[in-house]
């Protein structure tokens, strides 16, 4: 590894892990692939699973020497700050079209789910249950890795960031297991109706997501017990305090707006403080659109219209 002494950046040399990583990362897809189909290959899935990890941590090491070594100069480490801004944004628009589809569907139902939303036959999540706790934990990790940051910013390198880093961990591995367990009780699959593919396909890639920000802060947590942060030069640290708020800010908006708005939770809410009576008009105006689609007799209680407002 060579740098020009007359130029401000560093160009890395030839380096063979972006390949083995895109190798892993489509033998992994293919995986998926060929489960989803239920034709599973646990060869293919554990073989790339594996290549990813080395290749991962050998990437990582390379770039950990190269930044001890001083190659990486104040130019260098704004580059790697335009990176992760990029790649943060990228994510973002990914998401972005998950709660696009969502909302698309939930906005206009069509004929095939029976005009209504949550469509019929889906016993959606309470919100103020696993997914509450689960909002709690990942609020809870953002506090105590953003307090980690403030102790190194402050030169406490023995205790504030060892336990932040720490805690934040262990909220983000019992949030990962709290989603499984929720999965497992879920009255829906992926293949029910939109609302259970677009559910899944949102919560599912978030937990991916929670995964590797959690891997992110244990090798953050392993560097620093190493002693390679200081109170001036921790982008790594930094970087990963980006990704894991982003990760928080997703699963926020994903709770308030699937969990509890278009769950069909706040809309009974209301109903009950109100007593039903939510209504701007008479029942007969609104029996022949939206409450033709319910059948009375099998309508849960909280969604019949009280006997004093039908007249």
Avoid at 33 to 54: A, N
Avoid at 132 to 137: D, H, I, V
Wanted: proline share 5%; charged share 15%; hydrophobic share 45%.
């Amino acid at each position: 590894m060579n740098r020009n002494p007359y130029s401000r950046y560093y160009v890395p040399g030839p380096s063979p892990w972006p390949f083995f990583v895109a190798i892993s990362a489509n033998g992994m897809a293919v995986g998926l692939i060929l489960w989803l189909h239920r034709t599973p290959s646990s060869l293919l899935m554990g073989m790339s699973l594996v290549c990813m990890l080395l290749s991962t941590f050998s990437w990582w090491r390379d770039l950990i020497r190269e930044g001890d070594i001083g190659f990486h100069t104040r130019f260098v480490i704004k580059s790697f700050r335009d990176g992760v801004a990029l790649f943060i944004l990228s994510e973002v628009m990914f998401f972005f079209t998950f709660f696009w589809t969502f909302f698309h569907n939930a906005l206009s139902p069509s004929c095939e789910l029976g005009m209504r939303w949550p469509p019929p036959g889906i016993r959606t999540p309470n919100p103020s249950s696993t997914s509450l706790f689960e909002t709690g934990l990942l609020i809870s990790s953002g506090l105590f890795v953003t307090q980690a940051h403030k102790s190194m910013r402050l030169k406490d390198y023995d205790v504030g960031p060892f336990i932040g880093l720490v805690v934040t961990i262990v909220c983000g591995t019992v949030f990962f297991l709290v989603q499984l367990r929720e999965y497992y009780w879920n009255s829906y699959t992926i293949a029910d109706s939109v609302y259970g593919s677009v559910f899944y396909l949102l919560t599912g890639f978030h937990g991916m997501h929670v995964v590797v920000g959690t891997i992110w802060l244990m090798v953050s947590l392993v560097r620093l017990w190493r002693g390679e942060f200081s109170s001036q030069r921790h982008f790594g640290f930094e970087a990963c305090i980006w990704y894991w708020h982003f990760v928080d800010v997703v699963w926020v908006a994903l709770w308030c707006l699937v969990y509890v708005w278009f769950g069909g939770w706040l809309y009974m809410w209301w109903f009950k403080m109100w007593d039903g009576d939510v209504y701007t008009f008479k029942y007969p105006d609104a029996k022949p659109s939206w409450y033709a689609y319910i059948q009375e007799e099998h309508a849960p209680s909280w969604y019949k219209v009280p006997d004093h407002l039908k007249a």
